[in-house]
């Protein structure tokens, strides 16, 4: 079926669940799910099993279908789509959504998290559950976080040891201009490019580096382009699963608040799946060749200062960075 005749077929199940059962009891819904990772990765997992779960709690009448592997775009032309309800759910990093919604700049400031254990804190109680709230002023609806690890940078030059190291490599960040201003900041030269376009540009030599968390690193094969990873671990910024808000609003108060269940109940589930997965990827690159370093951390985390001159400006915001940093 095509991807068209799927969207069509959610609207007259509803449309016709409605007419006929008073009620709109959604039928035989499949929602479509839009991903860039592959089939195996743990966000297209995580959302499957949101879907399993739904299933089940549904009757059967609600599904999921994950598109993995960029089916429906790369990720910030999926936003849009989504925002205009042709796209039902979406699972997407943090980072693409900067620049339209700025409280979504906050968890994917450098070094805003001390641990996975604090961001994880952060991002399951109350300023992970606002910050959910904030996708409903732009059509969508945000329903869970889940992990993305730690973001290191990765290149085909040389080791990074200190900030010093970054002068002048030409380093591919995601559609956000605070990832410009993160790599600015440290003296190289941002590239933003969709996550899609990375392998090539890496291979042509367009660019000389990128940075992501060990399963991308590994899934996308960049380690074979890129050898150096050097652990700067500067960015925490977790994933999002979103719905379309056109979509969520055609479901009854009980299949909407099922939706919500089984999407925050998916996070516990991606998490076991993430760890597991991080040390996979991480022994995969190393026996792929890949040179890894640690990094003294402090001198990158001075350097950072003018990207929170620049991205924490509203008293809002200052808040919640300091509510972040207030969470044990
Ligand atoms: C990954 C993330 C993707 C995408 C990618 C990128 O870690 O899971 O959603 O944002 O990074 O760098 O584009």
Do not use: C
């Not at 999002?240 to 009854?252: D, T």
């Not at 640690?294 to 509203?314: G, H, I, L, R, S």
């Amino acid at each position: 079926m095509t991807a068209r005749r799927i969207f069509f077929s959610l609207t007259a199940a509803l449309a016709l669940s409605a007419a006929t059962a008073g009620a709109a009891l959604a039928q035989n819904v499949t929602l479509r799910s839009a991903d860039i990772h592959p089939t195996d990765y743990p966000t297209v997992e995580a959302v499957r099993h949101m879907g399993k779960l739904l299933e089940e709690r549904s009757q059967g009448r609600i599904k999921i279908n994950v598109f993995h592997s960029a089916q429906l775009g790369q990720e910030k032309d999926t936003i849009d789509q989504t925002r205009f309800g042709v796209i039902d759910m979406n699972r997407i990093n943090m980072a693409p959504f900067n620049n339209l919604i700025p409280a979504t700049n906050i968890p994917s400031l450098p070094f805003i998290f001390r641990s996975v254990e604090h961001m994880r804190k952060v991002m399951d109680g109350p300023i992970g559950d606002n910050l959910l709230k904030e996708f409903e002023k732009h059509d969508l609806v945000g329903l869970a976080f889940y992990d993305s690890g730690s973001r290191s940078f990765y290149n085909s030059k040389r080791a990074i040891k200190s900030p010093a190291d970054m002068k002048g490599l030409k380093i591919r960040v995601q559609q956000s201009d605070m990832f410009v201003a993160l790599v600015s900041a440290l003296g190289a030269n941002a590239t933003p490019m969709p996550f899609g376009e990375v392998y090539s540009a890496l291979q042509t030599g367009v660019i000389d580096g990128a940075e992501n968390n060990w399963p991308s690193y590994e899934s996308t094969r960049h380690f074979e382009v890129s050898k150096y990873y050097s652990q700067t671990e500067h960015s925490l910024s977790p994933e999002a699963l979103v719905m379309s808000k056109k979509s969520f609003a055609r479901f009854n108060a009980a299949d909407q608040a099922l939706i919500k269940a089984a999407a925050k109940e998916s996070v516990a589930k991606m998490r076991e799946l993430w760890d597991a997965r991080e040390k996979e990827s991480e022994a995969k690159v190393k026996a792929g060749g890949a040179q890894i370093n640690a990094v003294e951390k402090q001198p990158f985390v001075d350097a950072m200062k003018p990207v929170y001159d620049k991205f924490v400006t509203d008293p809002k915001l200052k808040e919640m960075v300091a509510a972040i940093q207030a969470v044990n």
